[in-house]
């Protein structure tokens, strides 16, 4: 039987290439997101329209799963105005999804690992999780990282921590990845600043991050737990 793995914002820019690739590596792919409109069922993709952030929704779609090794909670989303205009229900929404929605996810997978003796959790967070975006590259597209995505993703990479470090007894390794920016055709001002602040001088591609997310669900793999590996072509080195 296949591995199965869920893996959360599967409709999404880097979501569909994992789909694609954990398929093509052997696993069974739980698809979930909001909209599954760019996604297609197959034999070994079973598309899941849900709300990570409605508790009784995600308590009912794990009511149907006995069997999971991998939980990968990419879903995140960011919001790109100034600071200064921040309201409370943007702010809400982006530690729900971001933070909320991983954590009610996390928590059903922890009992299915529990009961079939271990597994897997992969959380994206983001190399602004470690570090503030830096306002001068970004000039102006308007896609200005905020201060509530990187309040969130530092959220992640500590929700990881916690996780390794109560999971670790049940056979559950529980890490983050963090992605530096993925190039997705952002103006050429942005690329070019970018590449000038990243050591390998290149945005990166969601095929860059295909080979750390392979060595962290590997079986192989099961030594490494509560660590956050950057994927960001050396951008948080200096
Ligand atoms: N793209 C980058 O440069 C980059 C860099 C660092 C980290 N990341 C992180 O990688 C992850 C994926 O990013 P992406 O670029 O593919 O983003 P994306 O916007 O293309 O995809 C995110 C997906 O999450 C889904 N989603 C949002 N809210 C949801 C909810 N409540 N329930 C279920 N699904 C929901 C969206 O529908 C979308 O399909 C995110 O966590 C992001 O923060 C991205």
């Known amino acids: ?49 849900l709300d990570i952030t409605d508790e009784d929704a995600v308590h009912d779609f794990f009511s149907s799963i006995d069997n999971l090794r991998v939980l990968i909670n990419n879903a995140g989303i960011g919001v790109f105005t100034p600071f200064e205009n921040r309201t409370a229900a943007e702010f809400k929404k982006v ?37 503030s975006s830096d306002e001068r590259i970004y000039g102006e597209s308007g896609r200005n990282n905020s201060e509530v995505y990187s309040a969130t993703k530092a959220g992640v990479i500590s929700l990881t921590k916690y996780m390794a470090a109560h999971f670790g007894k049940y056979n559950i390794q529980t890490n983050a990845i963090s992605p530096g920016g993925i190039y997705n055709e952002q103006s050429i001002d942005f690329v070019r600043n970018y590449e000038q602040k990243t050591p390998m001088q290149r945005m990166g591609a969601v095929e860059d991050l295909l080979s750390t997310l392979l060595y962290l669900i590997s079986e192989d793999t099961t030594y490494t737990n509560g660590q956050n590996i950057s994927v960001d072509g050396g951008f948080l080195a200096w």
Do not use: C, H, P
């Open 95 to 131: 530690m729900e999804v971001n933070l909320l929605g991983s954590f009610l996810m996390s928590q059903s997978a922890l009992k299915i690992m529990k009961k079939v003796g271990g597994g897997k959790i992969i959380n994206i967070a983001s190399i602004y999780g470690s570090k």
């Open 1 to 49: 039987m296949k591995e199965k793995v869920i893996l959360t914002g599967a409709n999404g820019n880097i979501g569909r290439t994992f789909v694609e690739f954990l398929v093509a590596k052997g696993y069974f792919v739980y698809a979930v997101d909001l909209k599954i409109d760019r996604l297609k069922t197959s034999k070994y993709v079973e598309l899941v329209q």
